[in-house]
């Protein structure tokens, strides 16, 4: 298993294919099934390959099985944070420990580019994802959305982390114990 950055010749469709099983997988139950079943294949081609993100991608035996994506925080009320965008599996890679790697290197990648505190969004209906978030030292800053998916309203909620001093310097390094 490796961790990498998306690289130029790296198929955008096998990423984007990991987004959308992990979606049809995660949310079933949260999200309706009618809108999970009718994701396009290709939904994620053009974001995983935007040029105001980073990608990076998990990949075993020469397939791409997982993704996570950071940047500069694209919500205003969040600037001068960095942000997890996303982290996906696909469904037969999860509960391995591979999440928390990628989510490790997302976290890495935003210290390399300068950024102290860290937050992402998550469904409040997703336990499975806020406690994986939480056990990683995420925590719920009280700041939410609205949002509308698939005809249903859902919350979507921030959370965040300080990284520790000098986690620039240790690319492995997790957040700070505490919010």
């Known amino acids: 298993m490796q ?3 998306l690289l130029p010749g790296d198929d955008p469709a096998a990423v984007s294919r990991v987004y959308e099983q992990s979606w049809q997988t995660a949310y079933r139950g949260i999200i309706p099934s009618a809108y999970l079943d009718a994701i396009p294949a290709g939904n994620w081609c053009r974001a995983v390959t935007a040029t105001d993100r980073h990608t990076l991608v998990l990949v075993s035996d020469g397939q791409i ?3 996570s994506a950071y940047c500069a925080a694209r ?3 969040m600037a001068g944070w960095g942000e997890v965008i996303s982290l996906y599996l696909l469904p037969g890679y999860c509960r391995r420990g591979l999440g928390t790697g990628l989510l490790r290197a997302a976290v890495a990648g935003l ?3 300068g950024f102290a505190d860290v937050y992402l969004w998550v ?3 997703n336990q499975p994802a806020r406690r994986f978030y939480q056990k990683f030292g995420f ?3 009280g700041i939410w959305q609205q949002q509308c998916i698939g005809g249903r309203s859902l919350r979507d909620l921030i959370y965040t982390c300080h ?3 000098n986690s620039a310097k ?3 390094a997790g957040p700070a114990a505490g919010p």
């Open 111 to 113: 210290a390399q580019l």
């Open 163 to 165: 990284l520790p001093p």
């Open 65 to 67: 099985v997982g993704t």
């Open 170 to 172: 240790q690319p492995n």
């Open 139 to 141: 925590a719920d800053s």
């Open 123 to 125: 469904l409040a209906q």
């Open 3 to 5: 961790i990498r950055p």
């Open 75 to 77: 919500s205003e009320q």
